[in-house]
């Protein structure tokens, strides 16, 4: 619920509402959640050696969602979210309930956007993954103990 009670910008939001994001897999998960706390452990000048620790849960959902992949590239910029946030408040005005869309930091990858919490049908936690930063980016991505 942290993202429906806590919203922020995002790829497909403004900040104005939230968005649950999740994955197809474990390795696009991690390869979307790896940029964005590179960037936050940037801004925040981390030392290298800084971990960060995840917890990895899985969804099930139950709804029929806009499906976006192969959709118009704009919204696939791998920083400008403009195009992308217009759509998604468009989508969610107009009653969506999340999105499917391509990964932009796995190309193999398909993710999801859910708007609306109550489509999420269950959730279960799975692994805890610690992220490893080397000053520079995310150099590790292990799963912790």
Known sequence: MMPFLCPGESRFSSGRY??????????TATAEVSY????????AAAPSGTS????????????????L??????????VQYAPAQALGQQLRTDGAAGILYSSVRRPSGECVGVFKPRVVDSMEKHDDWR???DGNAISEVLRSA
């Open 18 to 27: 939230g968005v649950l994001y999740g994955a197809e897999s474990t390795e």
């Open 36 to 43: 964005h706390h590179a960037r936050r452990l940037q801004r």
């Open 52 to 67: 960060v620790i995840l917890a990895l849960w899985a969804f099930a959902l139950n709804a029929d969602l806009p499906d």
């Open 69 to 78: 992949r192969g959709h118009d590239a704009s919204i696939y910029h791998p």
């Open 131 to 133: 992220l490893v930063w």
